[in-house]
């Protein structure tokens, strides 16, 4: 079965851009989260989309958004891009276990880099 | 805020050596827990999960529950220098919760 899969993979963009990453679950799998990784502040939840709808959302400003389109790919898309919005993009897709949690995988991330 | 605390290390420990990561957690109505390894560079990979007090093994790993004291441990026996990575922890109420991280443990296998 094909892993999680990320489009795309680095970015360069300049300030106040717009940027659109790409998520494509396992097969199978009707959940996906986004979440921002930076060093300093380790992996911070974006949001979760389950069967085309925002389930949970994190502590981001609304220039973060994102969708779930019927397939269950997903797109995040940041607006007016700063440069603190410097880092790797992870998405995870899930099904739940028969203990009712989800378990994750993760994608190969998008390393986005604003100048 | 619900949060997960770990240390950020590094921990070193000797090859062979048992590796001990800790990690506690602030809402006490979490359920389920997740153990993931991350290498520099690459994303993060499922390790273990548990669901209920005391221990789960598989392999060269151990996951330890303790909700009385909202404590979750990893030990890895015989540690190899391939072990040598970050490894977050992480916690959920429910499947219809966020999964909450901690930051991650810089684990140092001395060859």
């Known amino acids: 079965k094909a892993g999680v899969t990320q489009t795309p993979r680095y970015l360069i963009k300049t300030r106040g851009q717009q940027v659109t990453l790409s998520c494509s679950p396992i097969?199978?799998?009707?959940?996906v989260s986004w979440y921002q990784q930076t060093p300093g502040q380790g992996l911070q939840f974006l949001f979760e989309?389950?069967?085309?709808?925002?389930?949970n959302k994190g502590n981001f400003p609304g220039r973060f958004s994102g969708r779930q389109f019927s397939n269950s790919r997903s797109e995040m898309n940041v607006s007016t891009l700063e440069l603190g919005d410097s880092a790797l993009y992870l998405c995870a897709s899930s099904s739940p276990t028969r203990l009712g949690a989800d378990t994750q995988y993760f994608g190969p991330g998008t390393r986005l880099t604003v100048l | 805020q619900k949060e997960v605390e770990q240390n950020s290390g590094p921990l070193s420990v000797p090859e062979g050596a048992i590796a001990s990561l800790n990690c506690t957690y602030s809402?006490?109505?979490?359920?389920?827990f997740f153990w993931y390894r991350q290498y520099s560079g690459k994303s993060p990979e499922l390790i273990m999960s548990i669901y209920s007090n005391g221990d789960k093994e598989d392999g060269r790993f151990t996951a330890q529950l303790n909700k009385a004291s909202q404590y979750v441990s990893l030990l890895i026996r015989d540690s190899q220098p391939s072990d040598s990575a970050t490894y977050l922890c992480?916690?959920?109420?429910?499947?219809?919760?966020?999964?909450?991280f901690g930051k991650g443990t810089r684990l140092h296998i001395l060859p």
């Open positions: 992480a916690a959920t109420m429910n499947r219809d919760d966020k999964i909450i």
């Open positions: 809402d006490r109505g979490s359920q389920s």
């Open positions: 097969s199978g799998h009707r959940s």
């Open positions: 989309y389950f069967s085309e709808t925002q389930r």
